[in-house]
């Protein structure tokens, strides 16, 4: 997006959530970080310095955005969103911190590519496309929307993920486990092959990342489901097979 602002000419500034919200808490910072600080132990050298939330006040990019659009900045926002699970939070997210700043919210909706349901899988000539199917979110929606995502927030479930029909479902952290050891064998594996597979046969609209996939590798560890050998810091350095009968 950066890329088509800077280069092809799309007016405005890029405004960047780096975050993944089909996981974890979404009522509390504190308890959103210290999830993320779970996730990402043992991925990579710097654990939490390779994720999206290195610090505690991870809604930080919200209140930022928040106060550049109160203060006088865009009196319009642009928002592209797939018809990933993520997405589907990260609309209804936007209308909930954005409600009442005045600016005028448009949704710009980003078809899938190749099958996959993302914004990061396509080019910014496309993205640039997309825009004019842009809508506006009336003020009535942007209130439904908003009270949408206060009822996704206070759920316990830590995954969400849209179906076939894009209806958002609340799942356990679990529910991937047993494709995650379909795709271990009795050989040993380096952890980052079995990542890929996963990441390469799952639910094209709901992208499951090395980073979580390695997390419940560390699960799967600890119930002995499966063995490891090596350092189990960053998935190139350790080994992964199907525990023994």
């Keep these: 997006m950066k890329y088509a602002v800077e280069r092809l000419g799309l007016s405005g500034d890029v405004h960047c959530i780096m975050d993944d919200l089909r996981l974890g808490p979404l009522a509390s910072e504190r308890e959103r970080f210290l999830f993320w600080q779970g996730l990402s132990k043992g991925y990579g050298d710097d654990d939490l310095d390779l994720t999206m939330h290195g610090e505690e006040d991870v809604f930080a990019p919200w209140r930022i955005l928040r106060e550049q659009v109160i203060s006088g900045g865009p009196h319009r926002v642009l928002i592209?969103?797939?018809g990933s699970g993520a997405d589907y939070v990260f609309l209804r997210m936007a209308c909930h911190r954005l409600a009442d700043t005045g600016a005028t919210l448009m949704h710009i909706p980003v078809p899938p590519r190749h099958g996959l349901h993302?914004?990061?899988?396509h080019t910014p000539q496309s993205l640039i496309g997309f825009a004019?199917?842009?809508?506006?979110?009336p003020e009535g929606d942007r209130r439904r929307l908003a009270a949408e995502f206060e009822a996704i927030a206070v759920r316990p479930e830590l995954l969400r993920e849209c179906d076939g029909s894009g209806h958002l479902r609340f799942r356990d952290l679990s529910v991937h486990d047993a494709f995650i050891l379909e795709n271990c064998s009795a050989e040993w594996r380096l952890a980052?092959?079995?990542a890929g597979d996963?990441?390469?046969?799952?639910?094209?609209?709901?992208g499951l990342s090395d980073m979580f996939i390695h997390s419940r590798l560390q699960h799967l560890i600890g119930e002995a489901?499966?063995?490891?050998?090596?350092q189990r810091q960053g998935?190139?350095?350790?080994?992964?097979?199907?525990?023994?009968?």
């Design 198 to 206: 996963v990441m390469g046969k799952c639910d094209p609209r709901n």
């Design 118 to 121: 993302a914004v990061a899988v």
């Design 235 to 245: 998935l190139r350095n350790y080994r992964v097979r199907l525990a023994s009968p």
């Design 132 to 137: 004019r199917d842009a809508t506006v979110v």
């Design 80 to 82: 592209w969103a797939s």
């Design 225 to 230: 489901l499966i063995e490891s050998e090596g």
């Design 192 to 194: 980052a092959r079995v």
